[in-house]
């Protein structure tokens, strides 16, 4: 399944918008349809390491959803974004969230707190089925591998790197899934992890390998960057 299609059942998910489930259906509003294409080109803005393009696209995502005003989606749409910040290791408030907490539903604060690592544990059973594995106590690297949508695969690996019970395999997991899926961003991000851990260990090998591959990833080795 390619990224695209990823990025674009995820955000149907976190959503809720079945655009097009019946082709006999009445035609979608054009807020879904424009709200929906933002939001997949802002994520994948975000993942490649465009910010420019990625806050103009999620400027589009909130003009369209305040236009139903709907707490709920909105709400939807902030934790997407974070969900993406978090998966590249920006581990910060979601402060688009916040500002919306009040009005949002029971399962969009517990997948608030979940990105923030501050889960309890009465609100598991409110996440996505896919992180509810991976959030529970004591979960590595089985549990991330088995999630099959490669955002939430970086999510749920994310948390469990800021537990701090992140193992090498779950480092390496997390490399392998971003690389795969060309996200310049997070794998930048998780590669560091992974440097870091070879200075500390003293393995000099390692550091010089990781750090020609940071060169490459920021397409720094021809003196050019993207």
Known sequence: MSSLTNKLRLFAILLLMALGA??????????QMEAKSSMDRALGAYLEGNTRVEAMEFGRVRSELSSTGRADLMARAELLRCAGRVASLVLEPCAGFELLRQDAPAAERAYADYLEGRLQPQDL??????????AAAGADVAAVKGIADPLSQLVAAAVIFRSGRASPALLQQAVDTASSQGWRRPLL??????????????????VARLRRRIALTQNTITGTKP
């Open 189 to 206: 991000a998780w590669l560091g992890v992974q440097l870091q851990v070879a200075e500390k260990g003293g393995d000099a090998d390692a």
């Open 125 to 134: 059973a409110l996440l996505p089925a896919s992180q509810r594995a991976a």
């Open 22 to 31: 019946c082709s006999s259906g009445p035609k979608a509003p054009d807020w």
